[in-house]
């Protein structure tokens, strides 16, 4: 336990690079090739376990963003699906980092092969070998903390869904150079980020992550990777389900931390978490902020992508929280 702060924090500055590499792959005429063959979506389906349910879940809120009709479900649950209710939808995405999970087999077996996208990062794993389209995610060996294979297949899933929903555009590869950079100025900065988060959490001991739509996933993601990681207790709960809350949620020790798109700072269920005496910390592109702080400037990328600097910021918090 005493080594996961330094190895969160190694893991942590490893990823711009995968980032940058998982770029130039598909900015390359063979990852421009892969991209061109995924179809136009009508009903899509992502799945994944642990780790790649919450990217699962990201995806498929991108795609409802972008007027898709996705659902994202477990590859556990989904394998006791009945096969006529698997075989209405268009695609089946599977994102595994190892691609050979105990329940890759058993749900492969219950699918067209020529409907299943592949995200992993073992190009010769089971799942890379079975599906149609096989998407790699260049991330590098990882061993433990899989940060680089969870960024790169976020980052993915988002090329991916752009391309199922007929939006791309040509921005994608200044988009991610952007994040890249946001990323960089972060992990550079992070002195001044766990000072940031020390100045807004105080002696809280106990902390609420929540948020919407896809905010919601991150919420779970952060504070499910906290509770493997540090000893403060956490929990996620979806914001629109905290209502009936708020007076429990008031008092000494306890913090609740909202995933936001800039600029909401006049959200109604803000404002009355505060007025019930809520210690409410908004987190906006990485950054936590207090109620009154100044605006930030907003982050220059696509909204889908400021989640993973809302990830990368939970990650450093982990190494705060055991100092």
Sequence with gaps: MKQIPQIVDARAMQQPQALKDLSA???????????????????????????????????????????????????RELIAWPEALLA??????????????????????????????ALTNNPDSLLANRAGLTLPLCAGLENGFGFKSQTNALVLAWLMSRKLSNVIDGSEAEQLKRLCQHMQIMLEGKAALFEQWQACLGNSDRLFFTGAGYHAVTAEQVADFLMGSS????????????????????GAGLAVIVFQDAGNENDPDLQMMQEHGVTVIRVEGGFPMLPGAPLRPAVSIAAELTSLLDILSGQLLSVFLAK
């Design 88 to 117: 209405q939808f268009s695609c089946v995405s599977i994102i595994s980092a190892s691609g050979s999970n105990s329940e890759i087999a058993p749900l492969l077996n219950k699918l067209n092969p020529a409907k299943v996208i």
């Design 231 to 250: 000893a403060i207790r956490c929990t996620a709960v979806r914001l629109g389900s905290l209502k009936q809350y708020y007076e429990k949620l008031a």
């Design 25 to 75: 792959y598909y900015e390359s005429s063979m990852g421009k090739s892969l991209l061109e063959r995924i179809p136009l979506g009508e009903k899509i389906l992502f799945s994944g376990e642990g780790a790649d349910y919450y990217i699962a879940c990201m995806a498929a809120a991108q795609c409802c963003r972008f007027g898709l009709d996705a659902r994202s479900v477990g590859s």
